[in-house]
């Protein structure tokens, strides 16, 4: 194997391989003594601390220029004072715990590599562009340039920053800008390059090269945000600032006292941090589990130390507060019998039973042979209407019926024969147009007034039955999310979307919000969360989202938490915690979870740095010699891990 490969490969692991070596030389060393070769076996510990010595030399030296002291301090002075006392044994103890509470921390702190891989793969990579002979030819999309015309087929995605030519098209631009609905674009219009054509294909003229689109500028934050984060120091190096004046006070003081330089090594070995080092790695891999099984996934144990201490929490709308697909909110039929649709479980009403085979678009109609006919016909259609309302008829228990002749006009509707009956869904203007009549007008004004709602019409027979009001449902537990946040302590809970003021307003006072962001884009998104992270009283700040353009806030915040649901997305990869389920009440629990391991890392690392003062005590007075000092600071080191591992229960 190349040495190059083999050093890539090992890197990752260097830390864990540096424990597992010094944990084996010592063991090898205790053998040697055993078997009755102490020499082989001094040598064997004499190797070890040395190797184990000049790395942490350099590192302390490091930081010490940096200005940081932190606990390496006072495990090398012990170390090295253990070779030049001849305490071999001691030392190779200390040394173990060092590099397995390194280990420890490496594995529960090291956070995954931020990759944008998900975001550049969503990313455009070809284009369909108009050459001089007037034909479509597909070119890579950093070949186009201000002023070309490319077309956009049905289920593509924009390839570049552009103005509409068509004179109309349908718009999913749910990953970019956070919107469930699909929306009405017409001639003239600006279009965002990573928004998706969920109509009919559409000509546009670009305004922008790739390099400098909105779908590159949204990578680039992305990175800038990352770049942006300050390092956060580990939580035994905030105690050390304490802890270690006081071991070199006590060893210095009995050194002078006595004049043995015996009882300053038993000082320094005994008050080794090892409660220090083990304590919060181990509180927080014992936390770090504990939210993996709450399908919690955590990258490191700085996400984990940060949760526990988190005051704001703000939430994308769509996808994350919301189911982020749409459902069937209300059916109305046109003979002004309405009624509401409910939950669209099994639970819902009418939900456990299929709709009845009466007459369809006659007073025998019912709302749900309503639905079941147009379900039945949008099962044939890719519109993202069709499959919210596809999917909340199954829900509701209706068997859909086999759709035969269909035609449909993308982004506008569908018509087949559904059991005997010519069944029209889409627009009331487009199944006008296709021969379907009536008089609804009144009613659907009145239901069209209400934000976020989008209207789909039912034709049969050759008139309009009715409309299936459909709408971004609140998730079930989101209700309950801000009273939990309360109650775990953080004191600000706020949506921040992309969406429509009045649907953003109508769905925080559903949910209960504390306040309202509105109409943000990306780049807004990423003030608020800079606002927020600038104010003391704020911070640390939580995002949580789903979307694309959520991914440069939650990159910059000093949480981000992801919904993932059933798949991974470039949100995961930005993001410092994932949500595997489908539960965004999730959120209470990880701040929970992390409140109460930061707790339990406390008390022992405070229980561990009292009992080895009083160790210190013991052996400045003379009665505790180095390597009965190091093995009870191994006793006192169990009784920390046991501790710390409480975090695993719930």
Known sequence: MDPRELRRRIAPNRTLLAAIAVLLGTLAGGACHLLGAPRAGDAIWTVTLLATIVPLAWTVVRALARGDLGVDVI??????????????????VVAVMLTGGNALEAYADGRARRELTALLRRAPRIAHRRDAAGRWAEVAVDAVVPGDVVLVRTGELVPVDGTLLSERAAIDASAVTGESLPVAQRRGDALRSGTANAGEPFELKATRDAARSSYAALVRLVEQAQAEKPPFTRMADRYAGIFLPVTLALAGAAWAI???????????????????ILAAPIALVAGLSRASSAGIVMKGGTALERLGATRTVLLDKTGTLTRGRPAVERIVLFDGRAGDGGESGADGPGGRTAAGGGEAGGDGAGELRL??????????????????????????????????????????????????????????????????????????????????????????????????????RLRPDAARLVAALHDAGVGRVAMVTGDRAEVAEAVAEEAGLDRVFAEQSPERKLAIVRAARERPELRPVVMVGDGVNDAPALALADVGIALAG?????????????????????????????????????????????????????????????????????????????????????
């Not at 043995?260 to 409660?275: F, G, K, Q």
């Not at 006919?373 to 099962?379: C, E, F, I, K, T």
């Open 371 to 472: 639905l079941q006919l147009a379900a039945s016909v949008d099962q044939l259609s890719a519109h993202v209407l069709a499959e919210g309302l596809v999917g909340d008829a199954r829900r509701r228990g209706l068997t859909l019926e086999e759709a035969t002749a269909p035609r449909e006009a993308p982004g506008d509707g569908i018509v087949a024969d559904v059991g005997g009956h010519r069944v029209g869904v889409g627009g009331e203007a487009w199944l006008e147009r296709q021969g379907f009549t009536g008089d609804g007008a009144a009613t659907v004004a009145e239901l069209g007034a209400a934000p976020g709602r989008a209207l789909v019409h039912v034709g049969v027979d050759g008139r309009l039955a009715g409309v299936l009001v459909m709408a971004d």
């Open 258 to 276: 006595s004049g043995e330089a015996i009882r300053a090594l038993a000082v320094l070995v005994v008050a080794t941090p090892c409660p220090l």
């Open 566 to 650: 059933e798949s991974r997305t470039v949100t995961s990869d930005a993001a410092d915690a994932v949500i595997t389920v489908d539960r965004v009440d999730r959120v209470a629990a990880a701040v929970r979870i992390g409140r109460r391991t930061m707790a339990i890392a406390r008390q022992s690392v405070v229980a561990g740095m009292a009992m080895s003062v009083a160790a210190m005590v013991v052996a400045a007075l003379g009665h505790l010699p180095p390597v009965a000092g190091a093995l009870l600071q191994e006793a006192i080191d169990v009784a920390v891990i046991l501790n710390a591992l409480r975090a695993l229960r719930p």
């Open 75 to 92: 495990a090398l002075l012990a170390m090295a004072g253990a070779l030049a006392g001849g305490e071999l044994l001691a030392g190779s």
